[in-house]
């Protein structure tokens, strides 16, 4: 089994999984990397859209398997779609905005700002779901890397896409490419 975990091809792209809550998204992300699938949480664009705004981005090569896997751990999704000439269409969820001394990191409608010398937090806005004040207060004045999760502490979309941010945000302030 291993031998096909480590000979699956880079993500490519080519399909979506599209599915109608986002817990399920995060089920069959969760799911479907533990499996070794290499995948990527995307929104789709508009006219695919369905149920909620996330989906997985994957190589449709692998769509047999991606469907049994999930069918097996009983993660409900709507169905898999070719993006033929649309793959460009894709909304990447992660942007980076650069303020000098702060960079600001959009995931979806959630942004995390921090200052680039210390890695310290001084911001974050966006969402409007309730578990927002506590994820802001547990997160302001942390550096990136020591500040809590917010997949750990939240229950909504905004903490998944505010997690995204932080960890873009910890990977920037640790030298790593923007996206």
């Given at each position: 089994?291993?031998?096909?975990?480590?000979?699956?091809?880079?993500?490519?792209?080519?399909?979506?999984?599209?599915?109608?809550?986002?817990?399920?998204?995060?089920?069959?992300?969760?799911?479907?990397?533990?499996?070794?699938?290499?995948?990527?949480?995307?929104?789709?664009?508009?006219?695919?859209?369905?149920?909620?705004?996330?989906?997985?981005?994957?190589?449709?090569v692998?769509?047999?398997?991606?469907?049994?896997?999930?069918?097996?751990?009983?993660?409900?999704?709507?169905e898999?779609?070719?993006?033929?000439?649309?793959?460009?269409?894709?909304?990447?969820?992660?942007?980076?905005?650069?303020?000098?001394?702060?960079?600001?990191?959009?995931?979806?409608?959630?942004?995390?700002?921090?200052?680039?010398?210390?890695?310290?937090?001084?911001?974050?806005s966006?969402?409007?779901?309730?578990?927002?004040?506590?994820?802001?207060?547990?997160?302001?004045d942390?550096?990136?890397?020591?500040?809590?999760?917010?997949?750990d502490i939240?229950?909504?979309?905004?903490?998944?896409?505010?997690?995204?941010?932080?960890e873009?945000?910890?990977?920037?302030?640790?030298?790593?490419?923007?996206?």
């Open positions: 089994m291993a031998v096909f975990k480590n000979s699956r091809p880079a993500l490519e792209g080519g399909g979506l999984v599209l599915f109608d809550a986002v817990p399920e998204a995060m089920r069959g992300e969760k799911a479907l990397k533990k499996a070794g699938y290499q995948v990527k949480l995307v929104a789709p664009p508009p006219e695919l859209r369905r149920g909620c705004d996330l989906a997985l981005e994957i190589n449709l692998e769509q047999p398997g991606i469907e049994r896997l999930l069918e097996k751990q009983d993660v409900l999704f709507i898999v779609r070719p993006l033929k000439n649309s793959a460009a269409a894709i909304l990447e969820l992660v942007r980076v905005t650069d303020f000098g001394d702060w960079l600001m990191v959009k995931a979806a409608n959630m942004k995390l700002t921090f200052e680039k010398k210390t890695g310290i937090i001084v911001n974050t966006g969402g409007g779901c309730p578990d927002i004040p506590v994820l802001h207060a547990a997160m302001l942390k550096r990136v890397d020591q500040a809590p999760r917010p997949r939240g229950f909504t979309l905004c903490a998944l896409m505010l997690d995204r941010a932080l873009e945000a910890i990977n920037l302030y640790r030298g790593g490419e923007r996206p």
